[in-house]
């Protein structure tokens, strides 16, 4: 999950120590005890104003977050300091996330979160987060608790970092791993974390978030409340940008009449339940499927199972690693058996990141189908799913195991070795992946029963409803003259598409001579706006190098500087980036860059100090250039380019073709796959 935006970085008070010494005389002393009382009211100011980052307080235990208790349990969804929060306190639009660490589809919603975060800022948008364990998910609890006592020992920046990890790593929950994630979080009581965690301490608090979101109306997860206006499960990004839009509106007008901004989410919320509709009955778990729409879903050449004259094709976006996969196939093996010829599956490669062999899997099916055609895809993906636990060896893959069951199917064993290890199949796979991004199947596994989505490890009478109605479908449509062979694109010739990406157009103000690197003279230039002490930024780091390692000459990377108000160590981080380019050029730049980014909790003044020196900067000129903000002109025009093509937050990328006045736009720390698909369109547009 930027406009910036996403887990908080809480930052630490700035401050001057003022020593007035010994006094000759009492009219200095008092003097100097004036002026150290003053700055001790103007330091406990500032420290006030800036203890939120992000809406974060920083605060290393519970007792420093109790110095900035607030209490919203007015509200007919209560929220309150004892919660975890990401934004300002007063951001107009409060949205209250009820969650799960097991639950699939909370996983498969945090981009989304991240989106929100990103297009809204800590600003306009606050988030609240409440337990919502599942009694069904056997260690969602536990994960609860945990994530509560990593609040409580480190504040928001540690609860959002610990949040983080544990989705990524959904399927590793467990004591061992909540210790970990813990201490990387930043608690430093290791003993007093584990002593919690084995006494329950923070359980009162999870129950208490579970009554308090079944009062409220939460019947499963994830659940949201924008300003009190119920939205249920893992929705687009659309359908929560059309109610924060709203909410953004009414609050202003809210504001304006009068109301103070620490009064507007208790007074938004008792009027939105006040005039909410009838709520409809929520599903057991997540959210109430759109099953209606029909999707465009083109089947090119995957692997098939399944007769070409099938009634209905189940086009499914799945992952050899996942659970949630493995669950659902013997729904699908009962399908088969009740429709026969009726039905095909279709499969499309999803492997999700957070599971190590889900990728060399992948490979290794793909090589068996180049061999041994879509029978022998098929049987190794039985294999791999009959055998789901021996594709990992603690939190690696176990390739030779992978190997093996592949070879098992006839396939030569170097061969699908090699194709892990060279990633042969890879633009077959990457090309489903951004499939599915297009269609917006995000997590795992993932249906479109001729074009009408299904989500998740289903039970089978939700298949056989949407199987019956397309099969009577299907069959009038032969009546009428159709092939069989031809209905699957006829069910869905007027199906929604993938929409077009954004575009932007290229700022008239962008600068000219920012740092940059790759090939200065490649057809495709991509621009980025980014924030040193931003953690979204830090986060697409690891992607932007991906990218830069497989586009290598084909782009060129430009650089723009976009410190953002709410992290009071970004501009001088700035200025440093700038000084060291004007001092050593772009090869001084990037190493300063990389040094701040891999260590974004470093970059105070003594901090910058000292990466010059390792850089070999004249330390004189430094210095002038630090204690002057020399650059700050250089730094000013980043910022007006982008505010200009409506940029405010970070990370915010802009993809180049060419000569053109327009590019592709990416906001936030978004995933490798986004950016492939826009710079091979970008690429192609070009020209190569």
């Known amino acids: 999950m930027s406009k910036e935006t996403k887990d908080p970085h809480a930052p630490a008070a700035e401050g001057g120590g003022t020593n007035a010494g010994a006094s000759v005389n009492t009219g200095v002393a008092i003097v100097g005890f004036l002026l150290c009382f003053i700055a001790g009211i103007a330091l406990m100011w500032g420290f006030d104003q800036h203890r939120l980052k992000s809406g974060d307080i920083a605060a290393d235990t519970e007792a420093a977050r109790s110095n900035a208790a607030w209490d919203d349990s007015e509200s007919p969804v209560p929220i309150s300091s004892k919660d975890p929060v990401w934004g300002k306190r007063d951001a107009p639009v409060t949205v209250v996330v009820y969650s799960d660490f097991q639950c699939p589809y909370c996983s498969r919603v945090e981009p989304t979160l991240d989106q929100v975060r990103t297009t809204y800022g800590p600003d306009k948008v606050r988030m609240v987060w409440k337990n919502n364990p599942l009694p069904f998910h056997q260690n969602a609890k536990p994960a609860a608790e945990a994530a509560q006592g990593v609040f409580t020992l480190a504040g928001n920046d540690g609860f959002w970092k610990f949040h983080d990890t544990a989705f990524k790593n959904q399927g590793a929950l467990s004591e061992d791993s909540y210790t970990k994630w813990a201490a990387d979080a930043g608690v430093k009581d290791a003993a007093a974390y584990k002593a919690g965690l084995d006494t329950h301490k923070w359980a009162d608090k999870v129950d208490k978030d579970l009554n308090d979101g079944k009062a409220a109306g939460v019947q499963g997860t994830p659940s949201f409340f924008v300003n009190g206006v119920f939205i249920n499960g893992a929705q687009p990004f659309d359908n929560f940008k059309q109610t924060i839009d709203q909410e953004l509106q009414k609050a202003q007008a809210k504001i304006a009449s009068g109301t103070p901004k620490s009064r507007v989410y208790i007074e938004m919320t008792k009027d939105n339940k006040k005039n909410a509709p009838a709520a409809a009955k929520p599903e057991q778990e997540d959210a109430k499927e759109d099953t209606t729409s029909v999707f465009k879903v083109p089947i090119g050449t995957s692997p098939i199972l399944g007769s070409p004259n099938a009634l209905v094709t189940i086009v499914e976006f799945s992952d050899f690693q996942c659970p949630f996969c493995s669950r659902v196939e013997p ?61 990992v060896s603690g939190q690696t893959p176990n390739v030779d195991g992978i190997v093996k069951m592949a070879a098992e199917t006839g396939a030569s064993a170097d061969k699908v070795k090699k194709a892990i290890t060279d990633q042969t199949h890879k633009k077959d796979i990457d090309a489903d992946q951004d499939l599915s991004e297009d269609f917006q199947a995000s997590g795992t596994p993932h249906f479109f029963v001729n074009g009408r989505r299904l989500v998740g490890a289903q039970p089978q009478e939700k298949f056989e409803k949407i199987i019956d109605e397309e099969i009577a479908k299907a069959q009038s449509l032969i009546a009428a003259g159709t092939k069989p062979s031809e209905v699957y694109a006829a069910l869905t010739k007027d199906g929604k598409g993938p929409p077009e990406p954004e575009k932007k157009d290229v700022p008239k103000s962008l600068p000219t001579n920012d740092p940059a690197h790759g090939n200065m003279n490649a057809k495709v230039v991509i621009h980025e706006w980014s924030d040193f002490q931003c953690p979204f930024c830090g986060r697409v780091e690891p992607t932007v190098a991906q990218v830069m390692k497989d586009y290598g000459d084909r782009i060129k990377f430009v650089w723009h500087d976009l410190p953002l108000p709410m992290h009071p160590d970004a501009p001088l981080a700035a200025q440093a980036g700038r000084e060291a380019y004007a001092q050593k050029g772009p090869s001084a730049f990037w190493a300063m860059h990389d040094k701040m980014f891999t260590n974004q909790q470093k970059i105070k003044r003594d901090d910058l100090d000292g990466y010059a020196k390792d850089l070999n900067l004249n330390m004189d000129k430094w210095k002038a250039a630090l204690d002057g903000s020399t650059h700050t002109s250089e730094i000013e025009a980043d910022k007006k380019a982008g505010n200009d093509d409506g940029i405010s937050g970070t990370p915010a990328f802009l993809v180049v073709p060419g000569s053109a006045t327009s590019g592709y736009y990416i906001s936030g720390a978004q995933g490798y796959g986004k950016f492939r698909k826009v710079i091979e369109r970008a690429l192609s547009e070009a020209g190569k």
């Open 331 to 391: 729904t699908l093996k009962g399908l088969r058996d009740k429709y026969g010829d009726k039905i095909r599956l279709v499969w499309k490669n999803e492997p999700l990141p957070f599971h190590p062999a889900a990728g060399p899997a992948a490979e290794a099916a793909m090589e068996v189908r180049a061999e041994k055609g879509d029978k022998g895809f098929w049987d190794a993906h039985d294999k791999f799913y009959a055998n789901q636990k021996d594709l």
